[in-house]
């Protein structure tokens, strides 16, 4: 990869000093401006609220954008040494245009700061869109000033320092409580508005562990800095070197490794190596991969995470929204989100299965250091990644970047016949719509226990494959775990309690033979979801009747006559009931220590659902509790504290890319 070998020469510097003057919402300031080329004239656009002069150089207005409210400049008898001088003061005028997080474009007033590009506070140069910068300012009474780069502070004035090329200079401020500890040569710090030493701790331990597992993963991490900054509005925005996230946003438990560890990895993707949009954005999608992807992978949950990603493809895009991904810039809706994160995210997947983990690795990191600080286009991306390797990008650039849709995958036939020595599978794989070069793993398990996986070379609208095993095979599956990227079908949904409560009816039936304290209990879950779901009906298990294929039935308690009739549902490979626990793969649960959910896995049938406890306080905390768990397939929590311990999403029973034989 040839680029220019020295790498800041061509680049603009801003050596700004800012005045900020919160009680009138003004500031004023002073940029140096260093210019990199030799021009006799140059343009510069700057908010029109401001009053602009300079002391070495000839300005003129030459346009006006009133709807931007931006002025546009002209510099001409540019000095010798290249530096132009510009002082300019006004006051911030807060605009009532806001992003996806209802968020004013800039602000000042006693409780933040909030400037950006957007509002061209400094001097814009569109001839320079990357620049350096080093920023000076004073730090109003009991706040906190935030730029990029490493801060440096003294009494009340703090210095960031940017020696790398930017794209844009953030000046955001707040009456925050700074927490700060240093891990190499990176300042790790967490700004919040009031007081919370455990929060803070919690951030910075998790900022620590993430910029250690990327900075080995990808390359050092590029800035002097991180900091994790709460914003009372409910933004998740990934700045060079910070994080702007909501005050809810920053308490909720799973932010530490889902929103944090991507607004970490963006200060490589998009902050690191920038976007060139002209042919897509893939910061999105190789973020949400490499972050998002890798935590539900460390946590056993990637085959759902990956399932779900395809769900929001099918539901949001597919049939109505879809676009190519050479078009997705940002997240505007569920289509775009659907484009630019989770179609992405998959070819990304698709690409490291085919490649192998090292390989991509090796490309992912001379992608880093071949783009570092400098705009890489989607295409270019692919071609790193595919540096070395049998594969040719320019086709899987147009089949998956160039083009709408998804690949729409049927298993048309399966057969197994005896032969003298063993087996002879045969399948045939369809594709509907324009056929797509797909590699298809295919799951088969024999009837000794074993289990391998085949990979489909599919390239035709109708292929068929043939296979001879020594063992019985008895049964196949087609991409079992939803790795490929491709159109789901509506029955690749595995069973969940969401299933229940979105039902018409939801039946409850409580065990008539119970305690009156356990009936009682059963009795307020019962109502506290009516209010919430507004389709329930409560009968005794002696009042039962079988009902019409709508309808949802909970079975609750453990003294329930439905039970033994039922258990036959509730029971599959990785689930079976004895009488005093339950076992689940390989763990036992007792029943006298534990609440159980569980469901019928087979989505064929009307839902089916048992939750096994008979203790009154813990049905009543499970009453407020499980709807929380709408997308899970099974539950364990401990009976009294009612604190959850597993949680699993269940695996698609029934899929129509399955056969057994
Ligand atoms: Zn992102």
């Given at each position: 990869m040839l680029l220019t070998s020295v790498l800041h020469a061509g680049l603009l510097h801003h050596e700004l000093s800012v005045q900020l003057y919160s009680e009138n919402s003004s500031i004023s300031a002073e940029d140096i401006i260093t210019l990199p080329g030799n021009e006799d004239k140059l343009i510069f656009s700057l908010n029109d609220a401001f009053e602009v002069?300079?002391?070495?150089?000839?300005?003129?207005?030459?346009?006006?954008?009133?709807?931007r409210r931006i002025n546009v400049y002209q510099l001409s008898r540019l000095s010798e040494d290249r530096k132009v001088h510009l002082k300019y003061r006004g006051k911030i005028i807060e605009n009532s245009r806001s992003g996806l997080f209802g968020m004013p474009e800039r602000l000042f007033n006693e409780k933040m700061l909030y400037l950006d590009g957007r509002s061209h506070w400094y001097p814009v140069f569109p001839a320079y869109p990357n620049f350096t910068f080093n920023l000076e300012s004073n730090v109003p009474q009991g706040w906190e000033i935030i730029s990029q780069g490493k801060g440096t502070r003294s009494a009340n004035q703090i210095k960031y320092q940017m020696p790398r090329p930017q794209d844009d200079i953030y000046l955001i401020g707040a009456p925050w409580k700074r927490y700060a500890k240093s891990s190499g040569d990176v300042e790790l710090e967490v700004y919040l508005l009031n007081e919370n030493q455990a929060l803070a701790q919690r951030y910075i331990d998790a900022s620590e562990k993430y910029?250690?597992?990327?900075?080995?993963?990808?390359?050092?991490y590029p800035y002097k800095k991180f900091a994790v900054v709460e914003n009372s509005w409910q933004t998740g925005y990934g700045m060079p070197s910070f994080t702007l996230l909501g005050s809810n946003v920053i308490r909720l438990p799973f932010i530490v490794y889902t929103s944090l560890p991507h607004e970490i990895l963006h200060n490589w993707w998009?902050?690191?190596?920038?976007?060139?949009f002209t042919k897509g954005n893939w910061s999105e999608g190789l973020t949400a991969y490499m972050a998002d992807h890798f935590s539900s992978m460390q946590r056993q949950q990637d085959n759902e995470y990956r399932r779900k990603a395809l769900e929001r493809y099918a539901n949001f895009a597919a049939r109505q929204n879809d676009f190519a991904l050479k078009d997705f810039t940002s997240r505007h809706n569920e289509a775009s989100q659907a484009i630019g994160y989770s179609k992405s995210l998959m070819l990304f997947h698709m690409l490291r299965n085919r490649l192998g983990e090292e390989t991509f690795n090796k490309n992912i990191q001379s992608f880093w250091k071949d783009f570092k600080f400098h705009s890489a286009s989607f295409p270019e991306l692919i071609n790193s990644l595919l540096e070395g390797t049998e594969l040719d990008a320019n086709s899987?650039?147009?089949?998956?970047?160039?083009?709408?849709?998804a690949p729409e995958i049927m298993l048309t036939e399966s057969s197994l016949k005896k032969s003298t020595d063993g087996f002879e599978l045969s399948i045939q794989l369809e594709q509907q719509g324009d056929s797509y070069q797909l590699f298809i793993p295919m799951q088969v398990i024999f009837k000794n226990g074993n289990t391998i996986t085949e990979q489909l070379k599919l390239t035709d609208k109708s292929q068929q494959f043939n296979f001879s095993y020594e063992h019985q095979p008895v049964e196949i599956q087609i991409d079992p775990d939803f790795d490929i990227f491709r159109l789901l079908?509506?029955?690749?949904?595995?069973?969940?309690?969401?299933r229940l409560f979105g039902a018409k009816t939801q039946l409850l039936v409580y065990p008539e033979g119970s305690s009156k304290e356990e009936q009682n209990a059963w009795h307020h879950l019962a109502a506290s979801w009516n209010k919430k779901y507004d389709n329930i009906r409560l009968v005794s298990d002696s009042e039962f009747n079988p009902l019409s294929a709508d309808t949802a039935v909970w079975i609750l308690g453990w003294n329930n006559k439905l039970l033994q009739k039922h258990k036959g549902r509730l029971t599959s490979e990785s689930q079976k009931m004895h009488p005093q626990s339950v076992q689940i793969d390989k763990d036992t649960f007792q029943i006298t220590e534990h609440a159980l959910v569980l469901l019928d896995n087979d989505t064929r049938r009307s839902p089916l659902g048992f939750i096994g406890t008979s203790n009154a306080s813990t049905i009543i905390k499970l009453a407020r509790k499980l709807p929380h768990y709408n997308s899970y397939g099974r539950l364990v929590f401990e009976n009294h504290s009612a604190s959850n311990i597993v949680k699993q999403h269940l695996k698609v029973s029934n899929s129509p890319l399955k056969r057994s034989f």
């Amino acid at each position: 990869m040839l680029l220019t070998s020295v790498l800041h020469a061509g680049l603009l510097h801003h050596e700004l000093s800012v005045q900020l003057y919160s009680e009138n919402s003004s500031i004023s300031a002073e940029d140096i401006i260093t210019l990199p080329g030799n021009e006799d004239k140059l343009i510069f656009s700057l908010n029109d609220a401001f009053e602009v002069s300079s002391q070495n150089a000839e300005l003129e207005i030459i346009s006006h954008s009133a709807n931007r409210r931006i002025n546009v400049y002209q510099l001409s008898r540019l000095s010798e040494d290249r530096k132009v001088h510009l002082k300019y003061r006004g006051k911030i005028i807060e605009n009532s245009r806001s992003g996806l997080f209802g968020m004013p474009e800039r602000l000042f007033n006693e409780k933040m700061l909030y400037l950006d590009g957007r509002s061209h506070w400094y001097p814009v140069f569109p001839a320079y869109p990357n620049f350096t910068f080093n920023l000076e300012s004073n730090v109003p009474q009991g706040w906190e000033i935030i730029s990029q780069g490493k801060g440096t502070r003294s009494a009340n004035q703090i210095k960031y320092q940017m020696p790398r090329p930017q794209d844009d200079i953030y000046l955001i401020g707040a009456p925050w409580k700074r927490y700060a500890k240093s891990s190499g040569d990176v300042e790790l710090e967490v700004y919040l508005l009031n007081e919370n030493q455990a929060l803070a701790q919690r951030y910075i331990d998790a900022s620590e562990k993430y910029i250690g597992i990327y900075s080995n993963w990808v390359g050092s991490y590029p800035y002097k800095k991180f900091a994790v900054v709460e914003n009372s509005w409910q933004t998740g925005y990934g700045m060079p070197s910070f994080t702007l996230l909501g005050s809810n946003v920053i308490r909720l438990p799973f932010i530490v490794y889902t929103s944090l560890p991507h607004e970490i990895l963006h200060n490589w993707w998009g902050n690191g190596v920038f976007i060139d949009f002209t042919k897509g954005n893939w910061s999105e999608g190789l973020t949400a991969y490499m972050a998002d992807h890798f935590s539900s992978m460390q946590r056993q949950q990637d085959n759902e995470y990956r399932r779900k990603a395809l769900e929001r493809y099918a539901n949001f895009a597919a049939r109505q929204n879809d676009f190519a991904l050479k078009d997705f810039t940002s997240r505007h809706n569920e289509a775009s989100q659907a484009i630019g994160y989770s179609k992405s995210l998959m070819l990304f997947h698709m690409l490291r299965n085919r490649l192998g983990e090292e390989t991509f690795n090796k490309n992912i990191q001379s992608f880093w250091k071949d783009f570092k600080f400098h705009s890489a286009s989607f295409p270019e991306l692919i071609n790193s990644l595919l540096e070395g390797t049998e594969l040719d990008a320019n086709s899987f650039i147009s089949q998956w970047l160039n083009r709408t849709g998804a690949p729409e995958i049927m298993l048309t036939e399966s057969s197994l016949k005896k032969s003298t020595d063993g087996f002879e599978l045969s399948i045939q794989l369809e594709q509907q719509g324009d056929s797509y070069q797909l590699f298809i793993p295919m799951q088969v398990i024999f009837k000794n226990g074993n289990t391998i996986t085949e990979q489909l070379k599919l390239t035709d609208k109708s292929q068929q494959f043939n296979f001879s095993y020594e063992h019985q095979p008895v049964e196949i599956q087609i991409d079992p775990d939803f790795d490929i990227f491709r159109l789901l079908n509506p029955q690749e949904k595995p069973a969940s309690l969401g299933r229940l409560f979105g039902a018409k009816t939801q039946l409850l039936v409580y065990p008539e033979g119970s305690s009156k304290e356990e009936q009682n209990a059963w009795h307020h879950l019962a109502a506290s979801w009516n209010k919430k779901y507004d389709n329930i009906r409560l009968v005794s298990d002696s009042e039962f009747n079988p009902l019409s294929a709508d309808t949802a039935v909970w079975i609750l308690g453990w003294n329930n006559k439905l039970l033994q009739k039922h258990k036959g549902r509730l029971t599959s490979e990785s689930q079976k009931m004895h009488p005093q626990s339950v076992q689940i793969d390989k763990d036992t649960f007792q029943i006298t220590e534990h609440a159980l959910v569980l469901l019928d896995n087979d989505t064929r049938r009307s839902p089916l659902g048992f939750i096994g406890t008979s203790n009154a306080s813990t049905i009543i905390k499970l009453a407020r509790k499980l709807p929380h768990y709408n997308s899970y397939g099974r539950l364990v929590f401990e009976n009294h504290s009612a604190s959850n311990i597993v949680k699993q999403h269940l695996k698609v029973s029934n899929s129509p890319l399955k056969r057994s034989f």
